[in-house]
C-alpha cells in the first residue's frame, strides 16, 4: 500500500504539471524536482535493486542530457525537457518505448485541436485560453508528455507495483 501511495505522485505531479502548462505555458521547476526525488523512496518501495535504481538514474540522466540539447535546438521548452527526464526515471527503459510512442501521438493531437482552433479564430473572456488560441504561442506539450508517461505507466516497475497495490 505504500507503495501505491507513494506511486501517487507521478499521475498528480504529471497532471499538474498539464493543467499548469495549458494555463500560464510554464511548468514549475518544484514539479520536476519533486517528481524526480519522489522516484527514490517509490522505487525503494516497490522493491527495486539498487542497481536497478541506478539504472533508472543512468537512463533519467541521459534522457535530459538529449533533452537538453533539444530545448537549446529550440525543439520545446525547457520546462518540458525536464518534466519528460523526470518522468523517465519512473519509466525507466523498459516502459520508454510506450512513453515516447504515447507522447508523440499525443503531442501530434494536441496539435491538430490547435491548428483547428486556432484557425476557427475562437476568443474567450478569460485570458489563458486567449493566449492559447494565438498563433504565435506554442504547444502546452506538458498535456502530451502526461498522456505519455501515464500510458506507459504499467509498463514501468515500479509504477507496475504502485498500480498492482491498489487491487490488494
Not at 505555458?25 to 516497490?46: C, D, E, G, H, R
Not at 540522466?61 to 525547457?78: K, M
Not at 493566449?131 to 516497475?157: D, F, H, K, Q, W
Amino acid at each position: 500500500m505504500i507503495t501505491s501511495l507513494l506511486c501517487l505522485a507521478f499521475p498528480l505531479l504529471l497532471i499538474y504539471a498539464a493543467w499548469h502548462d495549458v494555463s500560464t505555458m510554464t511548468i514549475p521547476n518544484w514539479v520536476s524536482i519533486v517528481l524526480a526525488i519522489a522516484f527514490i523512496p517509490a522505487a525503494i518501495a516497490a522493491g527495486l535493486s539498487m542497481e536497478q535504481i541506478g539504472m533508472h538514474l543512468v537512463f533519467g540522466a541521459c534522457v535530459l542530457i538529449g533533452c537538453a540539447v533539444l530545448f537549446y535546438l529550440n525543439v520545446f521548452g525547457g520546462g518540458d525537457a525536464k518534466v519528460i527526464a523526470a518522468a523517465s526515471l519512473w519509466t525507466g527503459l523498459a516502459a520508454s518505448a510506450p512513453f515516447v510512442l504515447g507522447m508523440a501521438i499525443a503531442g501530434g493531437a494536441l496539435a491538430a485541436v490547435l491548428i483547428v482552433m486556432r484557425r476557427m479564430k475562437m476568443s474567450s473572456t478569460k485570458p489563458w485560453l486567449n493566449r492559447l488560441m494565438s498563433p504565435e504561442e506554442g504547444a502546452p506539450y506538458a498535456v502530451a508528455i502526461a498522456v505519455g508517461a501515464l500510458l506507459a505507466a504499467p509498463a514501468s516497475p515500479v509504477l507496475a507495483a504502485g498500480i498492482a497495490g491498489f487491487g490488494a
